[in-house]
């Protein structure tokens, strides 16, 4: 802890011939605050939360009473977007089939232009009931992973409440393939 010195000749004369007192010296020990100071750190160190893991919250549907019934969406509120390689999106609206693909079938790419994604699902959702708004996202075989994230962070961007990610049908996955041909 701390010294004082008072190894001093007694009382306090003045005057010639007498002999100046000692100064008094403190000297003060601290081993006992490197202590306290290691008892601190450790206990900020072992108290304080590490940084976590961040996720996508995911809102997951309802349970309902038949499980056929559980995943049906009206036709006219369904945005089906297809991913392919080199960041190529494609979509359409409702159901696609033979005599209307062409017509049907359009392309986008990540931006936020007259023909980016991020415009097609704002306009989609604009003209749908809420209720009724479902995007389906078919990611195919030579897509990549960054593209995925990039949709699904689309979907939190615009506050897409009912999205799912399906696998992509093969008749689909040809259509892309085709049409990715004939772009170059």
Not at 88 to 111: P, Q, T, V, W
């Amino acid at each position: 802890m701390a010294e004082m010195d008072t190894s001093s000749g007694g009382g306090h004369k003045k005057g010639p011939g007498v002999k100046k007192g000692k100064k008094l010296s403190t000297r003060v020990d601290l081993t006992p605050m490197v202590d306290l100071g290691f008892l601190l750190i450790t206990f900020f160190i072992f108290t304080t939360t590490m940084s976590q893991a961040t996720a996508f919250k995911l809102n997951l549907p309802k349970d309902a009473d038949k499980p056929e019934d559980q995943n049906k969406a009206k036709e006219s509120g369904v945005l089906t977007i297809l991913l392919g390689k080199d960041n190529h999106i494609f979509y359409y609206e409702g159901m696609l089939d033979n005599s209307n693909a062409s017509s049907k079938f359009k392309s986008a790419n990540f931006g936020n232009g007259e023909d980016g994604i991020r415009t097609v699902i704002m306009r989609k959702k604009a003209n749908t009931p809420p209720d009724d708004f479902v995007v389906v996202i078919k990611p195919n075989n030579e897509c990549t992973y960054k593209n995925v994230v990039d949709i699904l962070d689309e979907m939190s961007i615009n506050v897409v409440k009912k999205y799912a990610l399906v696998d992509i049908s093969e008749v689909e996955n040809q259509l892309v393939k085709v049409t990715e041909g004939a772009g170059k």
